[in-house]
Structure formats: C-alpha cells, structure tokens
C-alpha cells in the first residue's frame, strides 16, 4: 500500500522548498537591482544563506540535487537553441585555434598545479579539465544582456565555447573506460560520443523539418514539440551513458538552425528564467567549505590565468588589444559542464566528496567574478590599456596593418566597416571623397587592403589611434559603432583638435543619443529610429496608391535577392564586392561593438 499521507508531505515539502528558493532569491534580487549588482551573485548568495552553510531552511540534498540538474539541464537546452553555426562562418579560424589552444595550455598548466598542491593523477585530471572549460550559458546570457552576441568578441567567444563543449562531451564519452582502461574501450567511448552528435545533426536536417514545419501553424504545438525533443533527446544521451544536460543541449543545438527558433526562445524564456533562478540559488546551497588554500589558488588561475592565455592566443592570430581582451574577460569562469563533470567523476568513485566540493566552490567564485568581468568589460578594458601594449608583440596583424593615406587638407574618416559602414564606404567612393577607414577587424582590414581602399587596423577608443588618424584635418568624422564610451571619446577628442569638424556617431538608445548630443555630436544615428521613419514614408506611399505597395515589395525582393547573390554592387564597384560580399551577407564580422 501507498502511503499517501508520506507522499503527500514529500510533495508538500517540494513546494516549500521551491517557494523557498523563489522567495530567497526574490529578496536577493532587489537588493542587487537597488546595488546595482548583478543577479547572479545574488541569487548564488540566496542559495548559501537558505541553503546546509546558511539557516538550513533546505536541507534535503536529494531535492537540492534533482532542481540543480533539472535547472542545468533546461538551461543548456535554451543555450543550445541560441547557437547557430552559420554566425560562425567568419570567425571559424580563430575560434578552433584559439579553443584547442586554450584547452592545451589550460589544461597542462591547471594539471601541473593541482601535482604541486598534492592531488593525486586522476582527481587532478578533473580539476584540470573543469578549470578549462568555460560557461556558455553564463557567457551567452550576460553577452545578449549586453546586446554583445553579434560582436566581434562575441562571435570569438561563442566559437570557443563550442569547441570546448565539443571536448567536453569527447571527455565524459570516455570517463566510463578510465578504470578499465583500453584503446578498443577508449575508441568505442569516442565513437559513441561522436555518434550522438551526428545523430543529433541528422535528425535535425531530415526529420525535424517536416515536423516542425506542421508544428509551427500553432504556437502551442510548437511549444510542445520543442519541450518534448528536449526531452526524448535527453533520455535518449542517458540510455548511452551521457548526462542528460549534454542530450538537452545538443537538442537544443539541433533546433537552433530552424526559422522557428526565435518562436520557441520566445515562448521558452519565462521558463528559461525560472529554472536559471533555481539552478543559480541551489548552486549556492550545494556550498560547503573546501579546503581555502586550492580553492583561492584555482579561483586566481582561472580568473588570471586563462584571460592571459586567450588574450597571448588572439593575439597570436593578429586580433588587437580591445578583441583579444574583451574575448578573454569573457570567459574567465568554469562551466556548467565542469559541474556536471564533477559530478559524473563523485559518482564513479573517481574523486571525493572534498574535490567535488572544491570544484563546485571554483564555480561559484569564477562565474561570480566573472560576471562583473563581462558588465564591466569596457571599463576594464580602458583602466588597463596602458599595460596591454605588450600583447601587440604577440600579434601577426597588430598595427601593421593598413597604411594611412598622404596627408589631405579635407577627408573623412569611418570608424567601423559594417554593413552601415560598407554603405557609407560606397557612397564616398561615389561622391570621389577622401576617406579613412578604421576598423579593429584585421579581416575586414585585409579585405580593404586588397581592394587598396585607405585603411587601417586599430580600436578607435584607443587614444593612441585617434594620434595616429590626425583628426585635425578631417572634415568629418562617422562612427557606425554602437559604443557610447567610445563615442564620447571621440567626439572630444575630434572637437579638442578640430571645433569645425562634423561628428556623426551612432547610438542605440533614444537617452545614450542624447547624451552624445550634449557631448556635443553634430548628429546621432539611431538605427530604430531611421528605420520608423523609412516605414512612415513607405506607408504614405502605400495608403495614397496601393499599387505601390507591390512594385516596393517586388524592388525589394530582387535587391535583396541581388545582395544574396552577390549582384547588386556590381553595377557600382565590381571588384569592390568580390572581397566584401562576405561583410554584406553575414559573413560580417564585427568592428568594434556593432550589433
């Protein structure tokens, strides 16, 4: 017999537990938005204040278990439909580089410090490996917070993490052969883990399409079928011995090519936030004091030691100080999967409950920190610019590239050669004005080289650029990049040198583009705004001739159909688009932090 009035207290537990959570971390927010702080250290604190460290209001590590994965394991489903491998196409080369690099240097570094500090070979193996991995569900969610995905760091960064979540789930697929080891187990373990992500790929293109497709005529059958191949997905990974987190997220990945995945992060959000707030406080709660001294050591290594390693690598692939460090800052924290890892070692005897806990602590702490790394990152950036000059030594692009044109009385420089900047660039060729392009992209920069467009590569928020680009002589100067700090740098240093000069900037808020008026900028671009006012005059059309409405609509189609293809722009600048087809038809990676 069912005892059902046991059953009914576990359930009512449950839901005390979890209005326990809720609350806490409710408490815990307002006082961060009054702060100013982030939320994750906030609910991370509600966790331990709730939590066996704290009152003890959850003790019940079962349930504190069980939210924690569910919470993971939502997560990174969500994580995996914001991914699509097509945004990547232009900045491929330096994400698997700089992602296997990191991963080695990371990796033989963490290792060799947890030998000194006395860990045996296997629990240093784990320590190694969680301290190499980065969060992608941190990363992407403070980076879209930001409006930062689309940026040159951000694609960098989004890259990266996708090559060490590749690692990641090569390493889980083979910690089953660790005590029994052998190279038929090891390639099997491979060969399996490489055989769920190609299931993952196949069904996505030929069996999900026409599903979806029915789905997609009611947003709740939409709903539904994405929760449930979340779900059969994650059951399935377990049944081959992978943790469900992993099946969730290359679910979600699986999805994230779909037209239909904007539709499906919509309805998924609120859901998205609820199980981010859990995972976040029960993280918090699964705290028990580790021994300080490695902890404080890891925690440092991570937090300096991989910034340093990713900014030396991009560097290395000729990517300037703002890029490389911006990149780095990003990802100075352990994962979601370290946890998961962890957890997967704790049960297979691998390590103990102290390293375990030790690891969990080092998440806490990074991801934390790491958090005000990212909101802060511009600031950061500029308090240590003086220190950053030894990072162009590594660097094969760095200032080298792109030459400043001979001194002219009258020209005008563009800071930022994306798709708006691109339009700008083609309309001073037409009009046969004078121009300086500045953009911190050393592909774009490479680019306009070949077509010996006047360029050069470099950040225009660095002092020593606006030196070099002689912003006395410039009759105007046009910024297409979205930053206001950077902005409000130059337009007083273009009116310091030059009062008569024309400043244009861009904003993407209605009080930043005020604020730059008052900085005095001569006129602000506000992308949204410019965009209502082509819709109004496009309705005037429409209502006083409705005709009009389908030859636009057919215009548009074929202009739009002409750029795909690379057509439009020869009429103008044959040899021109050859190289910057890639800048106009998503292969545009990102100056500065252009969204």
């Known amino acids: 017999m069912v005892d059902v009035t046991a059953l009914l207290d576990e359930r009512l537990i449950l839901l005390v537990d979890i209005g326990y959570i809720i609350v806490a971390a409710t408490i815990f927010a307002y006082l961060a938005r009054i702060l100013k702080q982030p939320m994750i250290p906030a609910y991370v604190l509600a966790g331990v204040i709730i939590g066996p460290s704290g009152f003890g209001l959850i003790t019940n590590e079962e349930i504190i278990t069980t939210l924690a994965e569910l919470?993971?394991?939502?997560?990174?489903?969500?994580?995996?439909?914001?991914?699509?491998?097509?945004?990547?196409?232009?900045?491929?080369?330096?994400?698997?580089?700089?992602?296997?690099?990191?991963?080695?240097?990371?990796?033989?570094?963490?290792?060799?410090?947890?030998?000194?500090?006395?860990?045996?070979?296997?629990?240093s193996f784990y320590i190694a490996f969680a301290m190499t991995i980065s969060s992608t569900m941190i990363v992407i969610k403070l980076l879209s917070d930001k409006n930062e995905l689309e940026t040159l760091h951000g694609r960098i960064?989004?890259?990266?993490?996708?090559?060490?979540?590749?690692?990641?789930?090569?390493?889980?697929?083979?910690?089953?052969?660790?005590?029994?080891?052998?190279?038929?187990?090891?390639?099997n373990a491979i060969l399996t883990g490489v055989g769920l992500v190609s299931i993952a790929i196949v069904i996505g293109r030929f069996?999900?399409?026409?599903?979806?497709?029915?789905?997609?005529?009611?947003?709740?059958?939409?709903?539904?079928?994405?929760?449930?191949?979340?779900?059969?997905?994650?059951?399935?990974?377990?049944?081959?011995?992978?943790?469900?987190?992993?099946?969730?997220?290359?679910?979600?990945?699986?999805?994230?090519?779909?037209?239909?995945?904007?539709?499906?992060?919509?309805?998924?959000?609120?859901?998205?936030?609820?199980?981010?707030?859990?995972?976040?406080?029960?993280?918090?709660?699964?705290?028990?004091?580790?021994?300080?001294?490695?902890?404080?050591?890891?925690?440092?290594?991570?937090?300096?030691?991989?910034?340093?390693?990713?900014?030396?690598?991009?560097?290395?692939?000729?990517?300037?100080?703002?890029?490389?460090?911006?990149t780095a800052l990003s990802l100075a924290q352990i994962s979601e999967f370290s946890l998961i890892l962890a957890s997967q070692g704790l049960l297979l005897g691998h390590i103990s409950s102290e390293v375990h806990s030790l690891i969990t602590f080092i998440a806490v702490v990074t991801i934390t920190?790491?958090?005000?790394?990212?909101?802060?990152?511009?600031r950061i950036y500029r308090g240590l610019l003086p220190l950053l000059g030894i990072f162009e030594k590594f660097s094969r692009g760095g200032k080298a590239l792109g030459e400043l044109p001979q001194k002219s009385e009258k020209h005008i420089i563009v800071c930022g050669c994306h798709r708006m900047g691109y339009n700008i660039v083609r309309t001073l060729q037409r009009l046969k004005k004078e121009f300086l392009v500045v953009d911190y992209n050393p592909e774009i920069i490479k680019s306009l080289m070949k077509l010996r467009v006047p360029c050069i590569y470099g950040d225009f928020g660095?002092?020593?650029i606006l030196k070099r680009i002689d912003l006395k002589d410039a009759e105007m100067v046009i910024s297409t990049v979205p930053d206001e700090e950077d902005n409000l740098l130059l337009i007083t240093e273009t009116k310091r040198h030059n009062p008569n000069s024309v400043v244009i900037?861009?904003?993407?808020?209605?009080d930043g583009s005020l604020r730059l008026y008052d900085s005095g900028a001569d006129y602000v671009i506000l992308p949204n705004i410019l965009a209502g006012e082509r819709t109004s005059t496009l309705l005037e059309?429409?209502?006083?001739?409705?005709?009009?409405?389908?030859?636009?609509?057919?215009?548009?189609?074929?202009?739009?159909?002409?750029?795909?293809?690379?057509?439009?722009?020869?009429?103008?600048?044959?040899?021109?688009?050859?190289?910057?087809?890639?800048?106009?038809?998503?292969?545009?990676?990102d100056p500065g932090s252009i969204t």
């Open 71 to 123: 919470g993971i394991t939502f997560l990174l489903f969500m994580v995996g439909l914001e991914i699509d491998f097509r945004r990547l196409k232009d900045v491929g080369r330096v994400s698997v580089g700089c992602g296997l690099g990191q991963i080695i240097i990371t990796f033989t570094f963490g290792f060799l410090l947890a030998q000194l500090l006395g860990f045996v070979f296997i629990e």
């Open 157 to 187: 960064s989004l890259g990266v993490l996708l090559i060490q979540d590749v690692a990641v789930i090569m390493v889980l697929a083979t910690l089953m052969t660790v005590d029994g080891f052998s190279a038929s187990a090891l390639s």
């Open 207 to 326: 069996v999900l399409p026409p599903l979806l497709k029915f789905a997609a005529r009611s947003i709740e059958l939409l709903f539904l079928t994405s929760l449930s191949w979340c779900f059969i997905f994650s059951g399935f990974a377990h049944l081959l011995g992978f943790s469900i987190a992993i099946g969730a997220f290359l679910a979600g990945v699986s999805l994230a090519s779909f037209p239909y995945n904007l539709e499906i992060i919509g309805r998924i959000r609120s859901l998205r936030d609820f199980f981010a707030t859990i995972f976040f406080v029960s993280l918090g709660m699964e705290i028990i004091m580790p021994l300080i001294k490695p902890t404080i050591i890891f925690s440092l290594f991570v937090l300096i030691g991989t910034p340093l390693i990713m900014m030396t690598i991009a560097s290395l692939f000729g990517y300037g100080k703002r890029t490389s460090l911006l």
């Open 369 to 378: 920190v790491s958090s005000y790394f990212i909101i802060h990152s511009n």
């Open 462 to 464: 660095d002092t020593e």
């Open 505 to 510: 900037v861009t904003a993407n808020s209605l």
């Open 541 to 589: 059309e429409f209502t006083t001739d409705i005709s009009e409405a389908r030859k636009v609509k057919e215009k548009h189609i074929l202009k739009l159909e002409k750029i795909k293809d690379g057509e439009i722009l020869e009429r103008y600048e044959p040899d021109y688009l050859k190289d910057l087809k890639g800048i106009i038809t998503g292969g545009d990676a």
